[in-house]
C-alpha cells in the first residue's frame, strides 16, 4: 500500500514569492492534515480536512496561507506571499475517518522543506 | 504551560543496549492517548506505540514499550537492544478527549544516536 506522497520535497525561494505543495493521502483515507514543522520542534497542526470540508484551521495564517482539496483526495496548501519564517517543513497526514477512538492513527508523507531566502 | 515535555534534546546509546526517552504531558482531560513517532532524516513520522489513559498495561510493540506512570503523567518510551537504524529524532504526543477533535499535541522531540 503507497503511502503520503508529498511533492516537492525541497522548495527554495526569494521571499514574496508564492509557493505551493501538493498531498497525495493514503488511498480510503478522508482525513487530510496539514502540520508545519519548524526546526527543532514538534509538527503544529495548521489545518484538517474531512472529505472536501476544512473542519479545523484555526491555526491556518489565513492572510498568507491558504488550502484546498478538491474532491475529498488530493490536497495543495499555498503561501502567497512567503515570508522568511516560512521556512520549515510542512507535513501532511492522513487517517481513516475519525471514529472519536483515541488511538486513531496518523500516517505522514515524508514533507517539504522550505527555504525562503 | 507546555502540554507535552521531553527534556533531553538528544541521546546517546551504543548498539545492543537499551535506551529510555522521557515524556511528560499536562492535561486535566483523564481520558486521553499517548503517542511516540519517529522521524528519520529521510522526513516521515512513522508511529511506534500507543497508550490509553484507561489501559491497565504498559503497551509494548516489538522493541519498543511505553512506560506509562499515570499519577506522575510520564510515558516514557524504552527502546530495547538498539540498532543503528534506530538513530532518528523522537516525538510524544498527546490527544485529548475533550475536545472531540483527532488533533495531536506534539513535543519538541529527543534526538537519538546509536553507536556501534
Request: charged share 20%; with cysteine.
Amino acid at each position: 500500500e503507497a503511502g503520503v506522497v508529498q511533492s516537492p520535497r525541497y522548495k527554495i525561494i526569494e521571499k514574496k514569492q508564492p509557493v505551493a505543495f501538493w498531498c497525495n493521502p493514503i488511498s480510503g483515507h478522508n482525513t487530510l492534515y496539514w502540520y508545519l514543522q519548524n526546526l527543532g520542534q514538534g509538527p503544529e497542526l495548521l489545518i484538517r480536512y474531512e472529505n472536501e470540508e476544512a473542519v479545523d484551521d484555526s491555526q491556518l495564517p489565513k492572510d498568507r496561507f491558504s488550502a484546498e482539496r478538491l474532491k475529498g483526495v488530493d490536497s495543495t496548501l499555498k503561501i502567497q506571499p512567503a515570508e522568511l519564517g516560512d521556512s520549515a517543513v510542512y507535513l501532511c497526514a492522513s487517517s481513516l475517518d475519525w471514529d472519536r477512538a483515541l488511538s486513531n492513527e496518523q500516517f505522514f508523507g515524508p514533507g517539504t522543506r522550505l527555504t525562503v531566502l | 504551560a507546555q502540554k507535552i515535555t521531553q527534556t533531553q534534546p538528544g541521546m546517546f546509546v551504543q548498539e545492543k543496549e537499551a535506551v529510555t526517552l522521557d515524556c511528560t504531558y499536562d492535561t486535566s482531560d483523564p481520558s486521553y492517548g499517548l503517542f511516540w513517532y519517529k522521524q528519520p532524516s529521510s522526513g516521515e513520522m512513522i508511529f511506534l506505540i500507543y497508550q490509553g489513559s484507561y489501559d491497565q498495561q504498559n503497551a509494548t510493540e516489538g522493541r519498543y514499550s511505553l512506560n506509562f506512570q499515570k499519577a506522575r503523567k510520564s510515558a516514557n518510551l524504552v527502546i530495547s537492544a538498539s540498532q543503528l537504524g534506530d538513530s532518528a529524532m523522537y516525538f510524544c504526543a498527546m490527544r485529548e478527549e475533550v475536545y472531540n477533535t483527532d488533533k495531536l499535541i506534539f513535543g519538541t522531540g529527543t534526538r537519538l544516536q546509536v553507536f556501534p
